[in-house]
Nanobody, 121 residues
């Protein structure tokens, strides 16, 4: 199983970024995909998840209305569109795969390497 996240970078507050995560080594269309983030000195936290068919999505309260998760099963890729970014969104963002729709990291056995998002004030 490989999950390759990309799209992070440095952006000013109020700006946007789109993260991508390309998967291989498993049946992507059968997996729930999630995004988590970890800021320095903090625990990894749930950001968003999307069901295998993209019919169900979940968001952390802190990102609702600003972030949108989507997936393209033909491309084995999940996306996280992040708008109206805030300095508190600064973190390493990880994509993860699970067999069920979950919002806790222990339900995701497969993880990517992470991509850094830094939002300046």
């Amino acid at each position: 199983v490989q999950l390759q996240a990309s799209g992070g970078g440095l952006v000013q507050a109020g700006g946007s970024l789109r993260l991508s995560c390309t998967a291989s080594g498993f049946t992507f269309s059968s997996a729930t995909m999630g995004w988590f983030r970890q800021a320095p000195g903090k625990e990894r936290e749930f950001v968003s998840a999307i069901s295998r068919g993209a019919g169900v999505t979940r968001y952390a309260d802190s990102v609702k209305g600003r972030f949108t998760i989507s997936r393209d099963n033909a491309k084995n890729t999940v996306y996280l569109q992040m708008n109206s970014l805030k300095p508190e969104d600064t973190a390493v963002y990880y994509c993860a795969a699970s067999s069920g729709l979950a919002t806790t990291s222990n339900m995701y056995p497969n993880w990517g390497q992470g991509t850094q998002v830094t939002v300046s004030s």
